[in-house]
């Protein structure tokens, strides 16, 4: 069995205000203050099982797609969201904090 991916980036999970209470299906991933995206655990319909992701970054002038989709296992969608916003970063220039 491959090795679980192990995120670069802060996860936490997604509090959307005062009255909401964080849950284990649903995440949110930040460099430092930026939010890189967000995986979601589906649990309805026919994605029900799997991991939603979305990706996005910084304000930056080029973007490119996909940056949303679905994963099998959770640690697959972050690696996901990781993997658009060192794409994303290089497209514009940059580098994420944790990228080589």
């Given at each position: 069995?491959?090795?679980?991916?192990?995120?670069l980036y802060h996860w936490r999970r997604t509090k959307l205000d005062e009255n909401d209470e964080p849950r284990d299906s649903d995440?949110?991933?930040?460099?430092g203050e930026i939010g890189i995206g967000r995986i979601q655990l589906q649990e309805h319909g026919p994605t029900k099982g799997k991991w939603?992701?979305?990706?996005h970054g910084p304000h930056v002038r080029h973007r490119h797609t996909p940056h949303t989709g679905y994963e099998a296992e959770g640690r697959e969608a972050m690696r996901m969201?990781?993997?658009?916003?060192?794409?994303?970063?290089?497209?514009?220039?940059l580098k994420g904090s944790r990228q080589d």
């Open positions: 069995m491959p090795d679980r991916y192990q995120p995440w949110s991933g930040y460099d939603h992701w979305a990706a969201v990781e993997e658009y916003y060192h794409a994303l970063m290089a497209a514009n220039g």
